[in-house]
């Protein structure tokens, strides 16, 4: 049974404490903490968990094998270095942190212990789809992969959502997710803005993300955050003989009034929900006996914040904006 | 150029008059004739064929090289007779008669002038879905058919539609198709009746269709009537090691309101007008220079009557019924 | 915790084992037996559990709050009668018993009870693609339901296989699923013999079951288990305005060499795996805290057995058999 | 009857001659010529067609409504400005002319004139399924529309084949078509060049090409042309509210060897040959009694003209090339 401890109990750890406490299999939630106290003492009371005043708090019970950190951005940095101080294996929702040079610092410190500790929360790559579309792909069924057609769409975002968002918040997951999918970084990211939506208001959106990979392959991604019908991940893969897609993963077809339909998911919960279990049951699994994470790591979260950045200048000047990472350290030379 | 005449110009005839002379390549209509004189004297007038008194006089006018018979179904085999008689190409509508008797004395008059003159009216030979899947059973791709699912629906059928005509004019189309797709004549029909649809009043719809063919293929054919949401034929044949199926065919995809919908066609029109293009173009290209036509034969009319007349036997008695042929005439024995 | 005594360690008993440790939450396996009692060691020696000399004694282990039956078939009427005289909730993998007459003697023996304490093996209630269906069933999209087209395909099965297998292990699943599905019993069956596939050798194969439920719905299902391609498990519900129908459920799209193709499962662990997952979780969710299980009942598992056994008379006969049930108690009139 | 000269007996032609002669209705063949005038005898003899020594004698044949031209690219020029000297309707292959100078002078010759005779050889316009997409855009069932996705994909290319002709002779097709969609002209052109595939030698494949419409609307449409797996024509048009997307039009589902298949096209004349059909037959039924063309007129030539060379241009720097049009002249405001 691994022990995990929860730093930060809004809606995101009140939904992996869920998931650790009546979903998965061997782990337990032993100690939480909350900026907000009164939730904390609520969220641990009913799962029998310790309370504690603060994530380092968390972080020192001897009672916590690992660490899941789900607080307000701008303090990831602090528990996560906190964990690895403690030499503790630490989870920690994306972002890793809210700067490429605080994700850095993470990667220097994880480095310098010269083992992994940290996870970060990206769980496409842990969708059945994507992992099928990656088998696909490196079992040579379509030749060499050239290009990548792919489309991130959801009904409606919130009025606080402004148009950065597009590449922090919402096309990072296809950042992330290229990066696996090919097994190389990003070179150059280039935003073209295409005819406004008039869902949004004063948001411009949609966005057309192009990214070029280190090896050429050019991905392009449409942002489309109000389109209304649903939630909608596409990706197709063009290779040299073939291309690869993401299926239709449609349970139902109904034939009425005129048309053959089936059901477009409404949201990222309906669509990822079972990503998100794989994501922290695999992490609870490699970690049992004391086992190192395989999941994106601290690297992979630096170099998200890094095309992110890249991508977000791009939006604002209209270029191509290259992208440069530091040499990548030998300790996260073997994918994961 | 191919000169036809046409008998009867109501509702079926008018359309084939309009393929003739504005869709179809090589082929004129000459003459036409009507119960009802003055509909022929409008249809003709507006084409410039001769307007007859008679089926007859259409058939012995010299200027008509092949006759097409859209008259009403008990009149057709007076029609096919005479054309037989005058040793001209005669393409007759569905059914090619109304009794088995009759139908057989057609194949008796064709038989005896020792070449095929005539061409029943059935369309799905030439639907391109049909004829993919007849290729791909044909290549064996799914090995030796065992099985085949049949679905044949209507959004909506008249009041004076009674449930015979669920045998005799719905799955007369199925009779003939599958005995052109397995090359076997059918030995037995049985119709089991579920749970009846309220949207047909007393009508008895839908209905299940079981066909026996010679060899032991195992056919059902759902029968519904008055399903409201389109107009669906679908089929699927199961062979030792795979299945082949009529596909979707849309060629749209719409995405909104929370689902993936592709259009369903609203009637018989909209799936099969290439079909009926392509049926009288063929039949018109082989007649052309004095050819026999190669579609399906007065054999296969007669074979459909005797088949749809043991289904609606079963359907009557509930029990299953078998079918006796008589020997094929050689005349027939070509695939046609 | 619901501590689990698992009756029957061979490869059904160690997947579910597999899955309680490994998988699921709130679960322990705390002991085993086997008519082996060398597997029954190996297997509970691996997980710490205590290893009994019969499933008498793993019932009667004050460490045990539930059964799980995974034994030989012959053996699960006494187990599971264990089980209720002791009070204890079991869950019995299919068939409930061997014959109907031991179902019904379960069934009277959990009556007397006055709760339910048994829930048998049927998963299909538990694959979201089937709830997906009945969801639109119930939601009324397609109208009061008329018929349901099935398809129970196999690459292949053992050469043991007998042709009344094909009911008793294969078409079993659909009996019990159009039970659930339409929420009517089971009120007449009848088998067509089609054509032989070669690839099973003596086997007939495949067979058509036609099932009228007590409302006049029929079900026809195609079982074919040595067709080679894949395991493929179809079904389409014909209501009075549409269709509703099981999807596709492909996570992938690969264009290669001149065709668009979706993976279709191997077999029945890849396609119905997380129903496995899903089933066994909703029961041990049931039973925390003394609950009682809401899945498939002993009143399934005794209905499924009269039916399947009229099934196997109108195998042999090529009649329509009727089935005949005794009034249902009350204990099961809540569906579940 | 409608009597058509050909100018250009080559592949091309004989392909209208064969369409004009035996598939479509209300036409006739009357003269042709071609440069090589063995072809032209040849070809003229098997028809009954008289054979002129040159494409000015077919434009000035009294037995010549109307002209079809087929030569080479270079001699369209002349021969359209013949035919509207003549004032005789001339359908035109694409391109109108090989410069954007030459397209000028056409437009400025017919608009002399004071109405329409110039159809050019964009059948698009003319297939199903973009009809259908049109419609569905048209209808408003996905709201404004803000974004297209395209794809152009063909097995293989001639050896002969250059990096250009990706643009000239490939997305001219998505030039034009997106025109049509949106009714809007394009006003700038992209190129970005992804790693480029093994199968195509020295040529630079794929491309990457974006599209500005004049109101904001971005398209973007890969171009592959060596991709082996079939000939592949996609389009998806993002709207507000949803999307509307060429289907899969496939007719045959094939379930065999652990996949569920459909077949691809193997070329354009497999997913086209309809549209060909449409497009000759719909002009021959407009010039019908004197009427004019109603199809891609020479302005849609001349613009398509002025968009492939600023795409040629764009794929030669890298940079965005904006497009200039002068102001459409009032004769082709009417869409057509």
């Excluded at 029998?48 to 380092?56: F, K, L, N, T």
């Excluded at 597009?166 to 990072?172: G, Q």
């Excluded at 890249?310 to 990472?325: C, D, F, N, P």
């Amino acid at each position: 049974m691994l022990n995990v401890g929860v730093i930060g109990t809004g809606m995101i750890g009140q939904d992996h404490i869920r998931r650790m406490t009546t979903v998965l299999s061997g782990v337990a939630v032993t100690a939480v903490s909350d900026v907000d106290s009164a939730i904390a003492a609520d969220v641990g009371g009913r799962i029998g968990a310790a309370v504690h005043a603060s994530g380092e708090d968390v972080v020192a019970d001897p009672a916590v094998d690992a660490v899941l950190v789900c607080s307000w951005g701008p303090t990831h940095e602090q528990y996560v270095l906190a964990a690895i101080a403690a030499g503790k294996p630490v989870f920690c929702e994306k972002p890793l942190a809210t700067t490429q040079e605080a994700c850095l610092r993470i990667v220097e410190a994880e480095t310098a212990t010269g083992g992994r500790l940290v996870q970060v929360g990206y769980m496409r790559r842990f969708d059945f789809a994507y992992r099928q579309l990656k088998q696909a792909l490196d079992a040579g069924d379509i030749g060499a992969p050239l290009m990548m057609h792919c489309a991130h769409r959801n009904a409606s975002v919130p009025s606080f959502y402004q148009k950065e968002m597009a590449i922090t918040d919402t096309a990072v997951h296809e950042i992330d997710m290229v990066r696996w999918m090919f097994g190389e970084e990003i070179a150059a990211a280039r935003v073209l803005v295409p005819k406004k939506s008039r869902n949004g208001n004063d948001l411009q959106d949609p966005l057309l993300l192009i990214l070029e990979m280190a090896d050429g392959v050019i991905v392009d991604v449409e942002l489309s955050v109000n389109i209304r019908y649903g939630y909608d991940i596409r990706g197709e893969i063009v290779g040299e003989n073939g291309t690869a897609a993401l299926g239709s993963l449609s349970p139902l077809e109904v034939r009425s009034s005129g048309r053959l339909s089936t059901p477009v998911p409404a949201d990222w919960r309906e669509r990822f929900l079972a990503a998100y279990d794989i994501e922290i049951q695999e992490w609870v699994h490699a970690l049992a006996g004391g086992g190192r994470p395989l999941g994106p790591s601290a690297w992979d979260g630096y170099a998200a914040a890094v095309v992110s950045d890249a991508a977000v200048e791009a939006l604002r000047t209209g270029e191509r904006v290259a992208v440069t990472l530091p040499e990548k350290p030998k300790l996260y030379e073997v994918l994961g």
